[in-house]
């Protein structure tokens, strides 16, 4: 027999006593009740309302895999073609921490870009010629070019930026969002992650959009192309809606039982997200289904848009979500990763990704929806200015760098046709504007209406945050 103390015998007859009188309500679910009997663990604040007003209502995060090259894209440098091959100045470079594939070289070689830039729109922002779609949105962007980072392998990295800590285990910036603000569709998860098919490059885990110590109804939910976006959500044959539902309801009352034994809160939230896969029997297939957008919205995201899994088919995707109120998209790309061969591997990136990207950010502005969406666009960290390995004047290679790159910003109370922060003339080091990891963090809970001090979570004996005790919001950028 399991022994209780007074404070579980009482949470336990509150939380049952709560379940037992809401259930019996028509139309009331399991996971709305979640929603009630789960106990919030924040210093401040009630589940689903922010701190503050909001700019942003939802967020679509476009992540690019392997650490796109800023001098290739964004970050325009003059200096590199006068010094092109000759060795970068020591007083550059400093003590700055190299990977295992250059610390061995003689020599780091700075190499030039052999792309063309120019500058576009009213704001005047450099753009390469990689990219033509996203040039004519220059004047929607807000390009960070003093992003840091404190990894400087793709790994650590990777999880730095999307859980705010280099080590696995920490919950993603999807899951702390759901936790932080709960759903705005109930037949929906408030955080989906959408991965190109196909596509090569660094490996991508699903602990990149875990829940780490918060309650697992928080995690990612991963859709795939194809028949199947959510596996083992359509019912086994021989089962019909009916059937299911009477399933569920028995179910609930056994883990009820359970939950009086144990008083494990997780029982919660395993009910919600049994109560959420039913309900994404039908939502699925619906947003899924492309059959309703014209031929001008597929023309305008490009033909790849057609093909369920690719780059630009996961983007209309993201829209189509944001529609419906997703709280938070992750798209991941992965190849990004040029050790060499880099202007022909990085051509190819852009082919796939410029008029998809692009496209996302016109499309939800013409449909009014970009005011309060928040896109962001980047990779885990910028790469070096000087070579890897040998080089011509038409193929070289880059290493790691996380000293500086440049990402993008749109919508969602972010100024729009501004260039923040600045590198030195070899994109080496930032000279104006440092933006961290855990600033970069701070910035988009502030957006989404949180305060990222506030928002914690008390697990084996401390009170946790996604910025863990740092980060500034940036003002700069805040339209």
């Excluded at 440098?77 to 006068?82: D, S, V």
């Excluded at 052999?114 to 033509?132: C, D, M, R, T």
Aim: with cysteine; proline share 5%; net charge positive.
């Amino acid at each position: 027999m399991n022994s209780f103390n007074r404070r579980q015998f009482l949470k336990g007859a509150s939380l049952a006593g709560t379940a037992a009188g809401l259930t019996g309500i028509p139309g009331f679910s399991l996971a709305e009740n979640k929603k009630i009997i789960m106990p919030d663990n924040r210093l401040n604040g009630v589940m689903g309302q922010p701190h503050m007003p909001a700019k942003a209502k939802r967020m679509i995060y476009l992540f690019q895999s392997g650490g796109p090259s800023q001098m290739e894209l964004f970050d325009y440098k003059p200096m590199l073609e006068k010094m092109h091959g000759q060795e970068i100045p020591s007083e550059v470079r400093g003590e700055t921490q190299l990977t295992t594939m250059t610390a061995q070289q003689t020599s780091l070689p700075l190499v030039k870009s052999i792309f063309n830039f120019k500058q576009h729109g009213e704001s005047g922002a450099w753009v390469s010629e990689l990219l033509p779609h996203t040039a004519n949105i220059a004047d929607d962007l807000c390009f960070i070019k003093s992003i840091q980072t404190d990894s400087i392998n793709h790994d650590p990295a990777a999880t730095f930026i999307l859980t705010g800590f280099p080590i696995a285990g920490r919950p993603s910036l999807g899951a702390w969002l759901s936790y932080g603000l709960g759903s705005n569709n109930d037949n929906l998860p408030p955080f989906i992650v959408l991965l190109t098919n196909q596509n090569k490059g660094q490996p991508i885990f699903a602990r990149l959009w875990g829940n780490g110590f918060l309650p697992s109804i928080h995690q990612g939910v991963r859709f795939r192309a194809g028949k199947d976006p959510v596996l083992f959500v359509n019912n086994p044959k021989g089962i019909d809606r009916h059937d299911r539902r009477e399933m569920l309801s028995y179910l609930a009352k056994l883990h009820g039982i359970q939950h009086a034994k144990t008083m494990d809160d997780e029982i919660h939230s395993r009910i919600a997200q049994y109560e959420m896969a039913q309900r994404m029997q039908t939502s699925v297939p619906d947003v899924n289904d492309f059959s309703d957008e014209p031929d001008w919205v597929f023309d305008m995201y490009g033909p790849d848009s057609r093909t369920p899994g690719t780059y630009a088919a996961n983007c209309l995707l993201a829209r189509r979500l944001a529609e419906r109120n997703v709280k938070f998209t992750q798209l991941f790309h992965r190849g990004w990763d040029h050790h060499s061969g880099l202007p022909g591997g990085i051509r190819n990136q852009c082919r796939e990704t410029d008029q998809a990207s692009a496209a996302l950010v016109a499309d939800l502005k013409q449909r009014g929806m970009l005011d309060d969406t928040l896109v962001v666009w980047g990779g885990e960290f910028g790469r070096t200015s000087y070579c890897q390995g040998k080089f011509t004047d038409k193929k070289y290679g880059r290493d790691h760098h996380p000293n500086a790159s440049t990402m993008w910003m749109a919508g969602g109370g972010v100024k729009a046709g501004l260039t923040y922060g600045e590198t030195d003339e070899f994109s080496y080091n930032v000279v104006k504007d440092p933006v961290h990891v855990h600033d970069l963090h701070a910035t988009i809970l502030h957006l989404m209406g949180i305060d990222h001090e506030k928002l914690t979570f008390k697990y084996q004996g401390r009170r946790f945050r996604l910025t863990d005790v740092h980060g500034k919001v940036v003002k700069g950028i805040l339209a």
